[in-house]
């Protein structure tokens, strides 16, 4: 077991701002609460940690408790201090910095996305940039990949960042092409070459149903018929992912609260009205319908 590297101020907000796109509210505020880390919560963030480091080159992402309510951007913490962990094994896989920054980047997103959810600081899914630190997750052009699965050849999690910029099928044949060179070259070990590659995708926006709601010109239907879907679906419906990803509101707000500034946010609110049960669904990518 190594020491925890825990980050100090100046590291935080230098790494936060220069490395990870944040806004500065959200740094002032997590230099803040860095200097506010009782002794409970620096132990937990020192195990967190640990955890990280543990498992450098692991799949998928780490289960983490949710964070105590005194220290809702204790998650960040550990998280920053295993960046240098991650840029030393990017390295060893001949990963670009150019990479590594940009996909800190998704940080800055979700700390962000927390203060629209919360209307103050947090990290809620910090346990999802495990992934990122580790070493399993890349983001190569529009989307993200992401190795999930057990065996020899691990199955290939495909995930979009909300401030990725358009979903056209140009941005997403280039990231899977890059993809599909990409993960052979840094991890030989587990895929021969693109041949070896599963991909797929769990997601609200694999919904079927949107092809009903959503104009002609949204490129979320022209996404969507690139995979191949499995299974219905929880039949339950599905609200947190939609509050969160569609509107940027917090599970518990009220319908008639939702905001209505844009044509997803509208498309999805008539079939809200209308009774439709939106979905989380998964799909095998189909690498045919890409031309690939």
Request: glycine share 12%; with cysteine.
């Amino acid at each position: 077991m190594r020491a925890y590297p825990a980050p100090g101020a100046a590291a935080v907000r230098e790494l936060l701002l220069d490395w990870c796109g944040a806004d500065a509210d959200d740094a002032d505020d997590a230099v803040r609460a860095l200097g506010a880390l009782d002794g409970p919560a620096l132990e937990l963030a020192d195990r967190l940690y640990q955890g990280i480091a543990a498992d450098m080159g692991g799949v998928k992402w780490l289960s983490w408790p949710k964070p105590p309510a005194a220290h809702p951007l204790l998650g960040l913490f550990p998280l920053l201090a295993a960046v240098p962990d991650m840029l030393a094994f990017h390295a060893e896989r001949g990963v670009d910095e150019d990479l590594s920054r940009r996909l800190l980047g998704d940080v800055g997103e979700k700390l962000r996305l927390n203060r629209r959810l919360y209307g103050r600081a947090g990290l809620d899914v910090a346990h999802w940039f495990t992934g990122h630190v580790r070493g399993s997750l890349y983001q190569l052009g529009r989307l993200q990949f992401c190795v999930e699965g057990e065996g020899p050849a691990p199955y290939v999690g495909v995930h979009i960042r909300g401030e990725g910029g358009p979903l056209t099928l140009d941005a997403v044949r280039d990231s899977v092409e890059w993809a599909l060179e990409f993960l052979p070259a840094v991890f030989p070990e587990r895929y021969a070459g693109p041949g070896d590659l599963a991909l797929g995708c769990h997601s609200w926006l694999l919904d079927p149903q949107l092809r009903d709601w959503l104009p002609e010109r949204s490129n979320i239907p022209g996404f969507a018929e690139l995979f191949a879907l499995e299974g219905d679906g929880d039949p339950a419906g599905n609200r947190s992912d939609l509050w969160r990803f569609v509107f940027g509101r917090s599970e518990d707000t009220p319908v008639e609260k939702l905001p209505l500034d844009n044509t997803l946010q509208r498309s999805v609110m008539a079939g809200i009205e209308a009774g439709v049960q939106w979905r989380n669904r998964f799909g095998r990518l189909d690498l045919s319908r890409l031309g690939l």
